[in-house]
Every structure is written in structure tokens, then in C-alpha cells.
């Protein structure tokens, strides 16, 4: 069974910074395009950051460009979002997510999710 499992996430200051990583537990899920979702209290999920199964081609939510950067290890099985310049609304419990097949080039819509991590909770204090 797939599991994604993050970690990284905690308490910053306005303008701190925090890596979120991911480990996916399936090798399979190397050739898979993933990314990161975010989900604020009161709120809907949203889209964070992807990149393709190859890793070259990324994408970034507006709120979220210039700041945030995804990346990934693909012998590792690791996914990465290094997150710079946090702000109060940077607040949320952000999620790995993997595409439901291989060999996508993006991950931008929750529809198109089919693997799930179990969350990691990032609080930005003003």
C-alpha cells in the first residue's frame, strides 16, 4: 500500500522559513507527478506547488511564487517544499499528494490526486 509521509512542518515567525519533506513508500511512485496542498482552518484545500514525474517542469499557487520552492529525489523517493518569507497566512496543515498514474507533467487539482499524505501543520506567528 502507498504511503506518503511528511514532516518538517511547526511554529515560525512571520518572514522564517521551514522545509517540508515527504517520503513516499512505493519506488513506483518515482515516475509519478506530485506535489503539495494546503488546507487552513475553515477552509477549502488548495494548491500549493507541483512538478512532473521527470522533475524539470514546475508550478506555484499565486499566493505562493517567489516564496515557496518544490523540488524532489527521485532515488531517494523524496519530495521537498522549502518555504521562505512565511506570513501569518501561510497557516495551514499541508499535504504530499501523488498523481493517480505515471508520467504526469503536473499536479494542480485536488480531482487529479490519487495518493494522500496524512498532513503536517504550519503556524506562522505574526
Known amino acids: 500500500q502507498v504511503q506518503l509521509v511528511e514532516s518538517g512542518g511547526g511554529l515560525v515567525q512571520a518572514g522564517g522559513s521551514l522545509r517540508l519533506s515527504c517520503a513516499a513508500s512505493d519506488s513506483t511512485l518515482k515516475d509519478y507527478a506530485m506535489g503539495w496542498f494546503r488546507q487552513a482552518p475553515g477552509k477549502e484545500r488548495e494548491f500549493v506547488a507541483a512538478i512532473s514525474w521527470f522533475g524539470a517542469s514546475t508550478s506555484y499557487a499565486d499566493s505562493v511564487k517567489g516564496r515557496f520552492t518544490i523540488s524532489r529525489d527521485k532515488a531517494e523517493n523524496m519530495l521537498y517544499l522549502q518555504m521562505n518569507n512565511l506570513n501569518p497566512e501561510d497557516s495551514a496543515v499541508y499535504y504530499c499528494?501523488?498523481?493517480?498514474?505515471?508520467?504526469?507533467?503536473?499536479?494542480?487539482?485536488?480531482?487529479?490526486?490519487?495518493?494522500w499524505g496524512q498532513g503536517t501543520p504550519v503556524t506562522v506567528s505574526s
Open positions: 499528494a501523488a498523481d493517480s498514474g505515471p508520467h504526469g507533467l503536473t499536479l494542480a487539482t485536488i480531482r487529479a490526486v490519487g495518493y
